[in-house]
């Protein structure tokens, strides 16, 4: 009983997609692919690429389909991947910071952070900020540049823990899960602040795709992926269904010029109270930038 939505063409327009090799980011892909745009996967899945490049292309008639190494768990690997992406001398008009893991077990990321936090959050928080030139360069007025950062419900039941990012005193995978999803909200909304006070013709948005069938779910407890394995057709969204979200939020004459939202099945919903908390916001974001050495320009820009 689903109707997929109707978006108007994107040509001369191109995305980035994470973690596009599979799931929600596959279907995003393809999605975006299918509207006409130039789609380029970044992701870690070296062996899979060409297949699913190949794939992509078939099913969407649509030759402007490309891979690119990214591996969001090494900052060297992110920077890498920018500066491939920049040589191409192509604008860059859609990020859709979509690649995850879920409750995978207490391991860390290249640079030694916690593997949720490191990967999930502060992989896009480096490579959003990189290409934070690119998009201001594409976007105009009328037409802007968009961020697309997928998030999730659990977020709802995460806590930021300041002082334990990376949940070295106490790791739950599920919490830590939820931190990184936490963490993506609020970046969001301090992007999508710094964007405006900039006048930046860039959105930030946030997208929660729903219960999606994927393989996500490959860490968590046995019973609840047999439950999925069994009762995933009725109960989950397909891919192709949770990737509407991020769709939409990519390319809606809707949300034209419009940022800051959490979007659930093409609707903005409040997301947990504390995401609001600018304090938090701007001490999440001087914390990452100090993590990752990347020049915190909210500083100056962002008093209020
Ligand atoms: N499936 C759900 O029910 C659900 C619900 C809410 C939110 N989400 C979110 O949707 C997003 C996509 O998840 P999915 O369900 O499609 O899962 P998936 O496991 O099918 O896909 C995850 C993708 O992330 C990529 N990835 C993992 N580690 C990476 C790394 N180090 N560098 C680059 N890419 C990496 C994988 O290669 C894969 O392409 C995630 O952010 C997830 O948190 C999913």
Same mark, same amino acid.
């Given at each position: 009983?689903?109707?997929?939505?109707? !978006?108007?063409p994107?040509?001369?327009?191109?995305?980035?997609?994470?973690?596009?090799?599979?799931g929600i980011?596959?279907?995003?892909?393809?999605?975006?692919?299918? &509207?006409g745009?130039?789609?380029?996967?970044?992701?870690?899945?070296?062996?899979?690429?060409?297949?699913?490049?190949?794939?992509l292309?078939e099913?969407?008639?649509?030759?402007k389909?490309? !891979?690119?190494?990214c591996?969001?768990?090494?900052?060297?690997?992110? $920077?890498?991947?920018v500066?491939?992406?920049?040589?191409?001398?192509?604008?860059?008009?859609?990020?859709?910071?979509?690649?995850?893991v879920?409750m995978?077990?207490q391991?860390?990321?290249r640079?030694? !952070?916690e593997?949720? !936090?490191?990967?999930?959050? =502060?992989?896009?928080?480096? =490579?959003?900020?990189l290409?934070?030139?690119?998009?201001?360069?594409?976007?105009?007025p009328?037409?802007?540049a968009?961020?697309?950062?997928v998030?999730?419900a659990?977020?709802?039941?995460?806590?930021?823990?300041?002082?334990?990012?990376h949940g070295?005193?106490?790791?739950? @995978?599920h919490? %830590?899960?939820?931190?990184?999803?936490?963490?993506?909200? =609020?970046f969001?909304?301090?992007?999508? $602040?710094?964007?405006?006070?900039?006048g930046?013709?860039?959105?930030?948005?946030?997208?929660?795709?729903?219960?999606?069938?994927?393989d996500?779910?490959r860490?968590v407890?046995?019973?609840?992926?047999l439950?999925?394995k069994? &009762?995933?057709?009725?109960?989950?969204?397909?891919?192709?269904?949770?990737?509407?979200?991020?769709?939409? %939020?990519?390319?809606?004459?809707? =949300?034209?010029?419009?940022?800051?939202r959490?979007?659930?099945?093409?609707?903005?919903?409040?997301?947990?109270t504390?995401?609001?908390?600018?304090?938090?916001?701007r001490?999440l974001?001087?914390?990452s930038?100090?993590m990752t050495?990347? @020049?915190?320009?909210?500083?100056?820009? &962002? &008093?209020?």
């Amino acid at each position: 009983g689903f109707a997929e939505p109707v !978006f108007p063409p994107q040509p001369d327009r191109v995305a980035i997609v994470t973690g596009g090799t599979d799931g929600i980011g596959y279907a995003t892909a393809k999605q975006l692919a299918r &509207l006409g745009m130039h789609v380029i996967i970044a992701g870690n899945n070296d062996s899979k690429a060409q297949d699913v490049v190949r794939r992509l292309k078939e099913e969407t008639l649509n030759d402007k389909v490309e !891979f690119l190494y990214c591996d969001l768990a090494s900052l060297t690997s992110i $920077r890498q991947f920018v500066q491939k992406f920049k040589k191409k001398k192509i604008p860059l008009h859609v990020l859709v910071n979509n690649a995850g893991v879920m409750m995978v077990p207490q391991r860390k990321t290249r640079d030694g !952070f916690e593997e949720h !936090f490191g990967l999930n959050y =502060l992989g896009h928080f480096v =490579l959003t900020n990189l290409l934070l030139d690119s998009l201001r360069e594409a976007g105009r007025p009328g037409r802007t540049a968009r961020v697309v950062t997928v998030s999730s419900a659990t977020h709802y039941v995460g806590e930021l823990r300041m002082r334990d990012l990376h949940g070295s005193r106490c790791y739950s @995978p599920h919490g %830590a899960y939820a931190q990184s999803k936490l963490a993506l909200v =609020l970046f969001t909304y301090h992007l999508q $602040r710094l964007l405006a006070a900039q006048g930046s013709p860039v959105t930030a948005n946030v997208a929660d795709p729903g219960v999606v069938d994927t393989d996500l779910y490959r860490h968590v407890f046995w019973g609840t992926r047999l439950i999925q394995k069994m &009762l995933g057709w009725w109960a989950f969204k397909t891919p192709d269904e949770g990737a509407w979200t991020s769709v939409y %939020a990519a390319v809606t004459p809707d =949300l034209e010029g419009i940022g800051g939202r959490y979007l659930y099945n093409e609707k903005e919903t409040k997301s947990l109270t504390v995401t609001y908390d600018r304090d938090l916001q701007r001490q999440l974001w001087a914390t990452s930038c100090q993590m990752t050495s990347i @020049p915190d320009v909210t500083q100056d820009t &962002l &008093l209020g």
